[in-house]
């Protein structure tokens, strides 16, 4: 499994470890992952993601999963998270009048 945020997409940078004598060698940054269940109102499901804390505050100032997914681009979510992006879409749309 990669070790890459679902909801924002965020994954390892590269730097450098510098010494006191100044001496570079290179490193990696890794992301802050956590997996957790986070639930859809208008869904009434739980989904699990693996996502950064970064993300998990954004989450919760967005007001929830569905309110992060209304406004997160469609470019930086994994397959899974489209696929649920896709789903609270449709269960937020009015039905149309026959």
């Not at 004598?21 to 208008?42: G, W």
């Not at 869904?43 to 804390?53: D, E, R, T, V, Y």
């Amino acid at each position: 499994m990669s070790r890459r945020c679902e909801l924002t997409g965020k994954g390892p940078m590269s730097g450098n470890n510098v010494s006191h004598a100044k001496n570079r060698t290179r490193r990696r940054f890794l992301p802050n992952l956590n997996e957790v269940t986070l639930a859809s109102e208008s869904l009434g499901q739980k989904f699990k993601f693996k996502i950064s804390a970064a993300a998990l505050r954004t989450v919760d100032h967005r007001g929830g999963l569905d309110g992060f997914m209304a406004k997160a681009k469609d470019t930086e979510l994994s397959d899974k998270a489209l696929k649920v992006k896709k789903e609270i879409a449709k269960a937020a749309a009015p039905a149309p009048a026959a």
